[in-house]
């Protein structure tokens, strides 16, 4: 298996512009998870979901934030406007299993978003 | 007070010595705590787990879980420079629905 796939590696983008991260989930895992990572704050929950159902989006930042997931292989996070604050790494990771929090996660590789 | 509180670091230890890493959470019901390495400008990846008081050892490495104290720590023997890296420490709290990341401690093992 490829491992969690995601896209694009790196965003430059201006300030208001809409920003839309992808990500492609192992094969067979259940759950998937946004994550945020800065110096300040660490690695931040954004949302997850079972099954392709969202299930806590208590850590989205705001209303700019939103987050699908179409299908069992594919989700997307989308910023709209973006802010120079969202700056950050967005790491996707998916895991297969019974529990949200006790099984390993995969990572993907994370996309560096920086927003002039 | 943060739920799971990590030094930043760094800290810097020489090739062959046991490096600790300790980490320390508020929710007193933690059930679960993991311990995830990330290289600088990659992601982070499992390297253990550890659910019940005492040690647990797998290879180098070897956790170590007090719950009393709320406190878990990280063991790396025979420290290597290729063990350079943040480690971040992860625990569900009693609600059992999140991980909880730490902001990391970065160790750097001089050759």
């Known amino acids: 298996d490829a491992g969690v796939i995601q896209s694009p590696r790196h965003e430059v983008t201006e300030m208001g512009q809409e920003v839309t991260l992808r990500c492609k989930p192992i094969?067979?895992?259940?759950?998937l998870f946004w994550y945020r990572q800065t110096m300040m704050r660490g690695l931040e929950l954004l949302i997850y979901?079972?099954?392709?159902?969202?299930?806590?989006d208590s850590g989205m930042p705001e209303d700019r934030f939103s987050a699908k997931m179409p299908n069992a292989s594919f989700s997307t996070l989308k910023i709209q406007p973006s802010e120079p604050r969202d700056s950050a790494v967005y790491f996707c990771?998916?895991?297969?299993?019974?529990?949200?929090?006790?099984?390993?996660?995969?990572f993907g590789s994370g996309t560096q978003l920086s927003v002039l | 007070q943060k739920e799971v509180e990590q030094n930043s670091g760094p800290l810097s230890v020489p090739e062959g010595a046991i490096a600790s890493l300790n980490c320390t959470y508020s929710?007193?019901?933690?059930?679960?705590f993991f311990w995830y390495r990330q290289y600088s400008g990659k992601s982070p990846e499992l390297i253990m787990s550890?659910?019940?008081?005492g040690d647990k050892e797998d290879g180098r490495f070897t956790a170590q879980l007090n719950k009393a104290s709320q406190y878990v720590s990280l063991l790396i023997r025979d420290s290597q420079p290729s063990d350079s890296a943040t480690y971040l420490c992860?625990?569900?709290?009693?609600?059992?629905?999140?991980?909880?990341f730490g902001t990391g401690t970065r160790l750097a093992v001089r050759p």
């Open positions: 094969s067979g895992h259940d759950y």
């Open positions: 979901f079972n099954n392709n159902v969202p299930i806590d």
């Open positions: 929710d007193r019901g933690s059930q679960s």
């Open positions: 990771a998916s895991s297969q299993g019974t529990s949200a929090a006790n099984e390993k996660l995969f």
């Open positions: 992860a625990v569900v709290r009693s609600s059992g629905d999140k991980l909880t």
């Open positions: 550890i659910y019940s008081n």
